[in-house]
């Protein structure tokens, strides 16, 4: 056992869920998982804007084949529980990926909506092939069935920060995934 290189725990974080190593070693082995579905295929990863940031820039250092990069910033509507899954492209790719084998990389797969809505205005442009890959999966909050080819990890349902992922465009730059102590956003909705 070594001397853990983790930075100190704010109160913000009430506990680890993924440690900064825990993290490396599973984006290797996703890394070559893909690269044997893809045999050398050259791959367009599709970031989904911002929570992917940190995830892709690891990913795509254990891709050995050629791999060119874009990203697209998208929103879906609706804040309660029953949106309509409307989705608006904040930002959209520069690459024409018709005919491109293409895989979306996202942060967390929570409701569903994001992706796939994303899922289907990709798909329209008729990529050769298009697969999602997602660090996280929080299943229990699932409100649509999206197909996730490459996951990370499956995680129980609370709400994590760090590694890329925010609360309130914060914790982003955190090494680690951690669970986020409520009274952070519970004060904050007063
Ligand atoms: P979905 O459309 O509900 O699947 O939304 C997924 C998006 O919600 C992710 O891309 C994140 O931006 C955000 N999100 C969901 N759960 C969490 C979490 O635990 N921490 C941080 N962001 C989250
Ligand atoms: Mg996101």
Do not use: H
Request: charged share 20%.
């Amino acid at each position: 056992m070594g001397i853990s290189a983790s930075p100190p725990l704010s109160a913000e974080i009430e506990r680890i869920l993924l440690t900064a190593d825990q993290l490396q070693e599973r984006v290797a082995a996703l890394g070559a998982e893909i690269t044997e579905v893809y045999q050398g295929r050259e791959l367009l990863l599709v970031g989904v804007l911002q929570g992917s940031l940190v995830f892709m820039s690891d990913l795509m250092r254990q891709l050995p084949g050629p791999v060119r990069i874009d990203c697209v910033a998208a929103r879906s509507y609706g804040v309660s529980a029953v949106s309509s899954g409307q989705l608006e492209i904040l930002k959209d790719l520069d690459t024409a990926v018709g005919g491109l084998d293409v895989l979306i990389i996202e942060d967390i797969v929570d409701s569903g909506r994001t992706l796939s809505t994303l899922r289907e205005a990709l798909s329209a442009r008729q990529p050769a092939s298009l697969r999602i890959c997602s660090l996280l999966d929080k299943p229990a909050r699932r409100e649509v069935t999206v197909p996730l080819d490459f996951v990370g990890f499956t995680i129980p349902d609370e709400f994590v920060v760090g590694y890329g992922l925010d609360y309130a465009g914060l914790y982003r730059n955190l090494p680690f995934v951690g669970i986020l102590s409520r009274w952070v956003y519970e004060s904050s909705q007063d």
